[in-house]
């Protein structure tokens, strides 16, 4: 593959500048990377755990295809059919976003390597479940914060829940407060050094954040 840059030369006939393209192979400067492997590099995070509540049964959804949509408290996840939490998702239309913290990082990924239909997660994972304020399905009182969300739109031709944030509540208590994130390939990266440019961006930032 060629990439092409381009350069001014001088003609020699009127010495006017007249672009000229130099191209040189990408080969030599970059490795491909498969093109299956593309989304690791996009992949947002935190990996958060998602709570339903469904006739009395509680469920824990490992979840790291989430987006934030706005300044406001609108966000998104992807999940499907594939998942026992579905189910319950479209039938209550609510649950809880709870964002553990590193120290978790090992119990959320097991979280997710099983299913609810046969595990009552909360009990294996010695978990506790907090009564939530708005919604049903209960937060997680390990996490460091909960945002409980109702669901306002399900595009399911992506398999895509929109969520509104109703109430947000944060364990300021808590010593650990990094979050963890996913690759996409079983590797996780933690937070680290924080990187201020909060002066930067004041006149894009709305009122309060």
């Known amino acids: 593959m060629l990439v092409l840059i381009n350069t001014l030369v001088i003609a020699a006939t009127d010495r006017l500048a007249v672009p000229f393209t130099a191209c040189y192979r990408i080969s030599n400067m970059m490795k491909k990377l498969p093109i299956q492997k593309a989304f690791t590099l996009l992949e947002p995070g935190p990996v958060v755990l998602v709570t339903t509540a469904d006739g009395g049964k509680q469920n824990i959804l490992t979840l790291s295809w989430t987006m934030v949509m706005d300044f406001t408290p609108r966000f998104a996840f992807l999940t499907g059919s594939w998942n026992h939490s579905y189910k319950a998702l479209t039938k209550t239309g609510e649950c809880v976003i709870a964002i553990p913290t590193v120290d978790l ?23 506790t479940p907090l009564k939530a ?39 300021s208590n808590r010593a650990e407060k990094r979050f963890f994130h996913a690759v996409g390939d079983g590797h996780f990266i933690a937070d680290g050094k924080i990187i201020n440019h909060r002066r930067i961006m004041l006149s894009k930032l709305p009122k309060g954040v």
């Open 105 to 127: 990082a090992k119990k959320t990924v097991q979280i997710g390597a099983c299913s609810g239909a046969e595990t009552d997660k909360f009990k294996k994972f010695k978990l």
């Open 133 to 171: 304020s708005k919604v049903s399905a209960p937060l997680i009182k390990e996490c460091y914060a909960n945002i409980e969300c109702r669901i306002v739109d399900h595009i399911k031709k992506h398999n895509i829940f929109v969520l509104d944030g109703l109430t947000a509540w944060i364990d």
